[in-house]
């Protein structure tokens, strides 16, 4: 968990740096393309306002991913290098504390899945499977074979 102890920024502020396992932020990511298996790194800073807490910094995670297109796996990292959070202490929208200590792993875990890509594709460019020459086509496709109607329009000059 990424927790600090509010009697802490009673001083000064805190940084917070390290790595945080997968297991712990518990992802229910159901998405048979993407996997995140490594842990999150993180670099914050953690200051306090007058009643509230004011946590920026970096979150970096790199996904083991297959392409939509072509199933080649690949990697892709999800970077928040400006990330902020706000945490206020008063009003109906304040941040619960624990014996003095705030985990900001659940405001993580919901900004990082955000940033999860969709659609993972190795490059935007990739144009899928490679077709196989000499590979018969089944029956039911051979409507695809005829020139659609739009052919014949194109060739038009107006």
């Known amino acids: 968990m990424i927790k600090f102890n509010l009697r802490q920024l009673e001083e000064h502020e805190i940084r917070l740096k390290g790595e945080l396992p997968v297991a712990e932020l518990d992802w229910d990511v159901r998405d048979e393309l993407i996997r995140a298996e490594k842990p999150l790194r993180y670099d914050l800073e953690v200051e306090s306002m007058h009643d ?3 946590v ?3 979150l970096r995670l790199t996904l ?3 392409c939509i297109r072509c199933l080649k796996a690949f990697k892709h990292e999800v970077a ?3 990330w902020a959070l706000h945490l206020p202490l008063e009003g109906e929208d304040k941040v619960s504390i624990e ?3 705030i985990d900001l792993t659940p405001f993580v875990r919901e900004d990082m899945l955000i940033e999860f890509p969709q659609h993972p594709l190795c490059k935007p460019e990739c144009a899928g499977l490679k077709k196989k020459s000499g590979v018969r086509k089944p029956d039911g496709l051979k409507e695809l074979d005829k020139p659609s109607a739009w052919t014949e329009l194109d ?3 107006l």
Do not use: F, Y
Request: with cysteine; glycine share 6%.
């Open 80 to 82: 928040l290098t400006d």
């Open 52 to 54: 509230a807490i004011l």
């Open 56 to 58: 920026q910094g970096s």
């Open 155 to 157: 060739k038009l000059k």
């Open 99 to 101: 014996n003095d200590s």
């Open 64 to 66: 083991d991913c297959e």
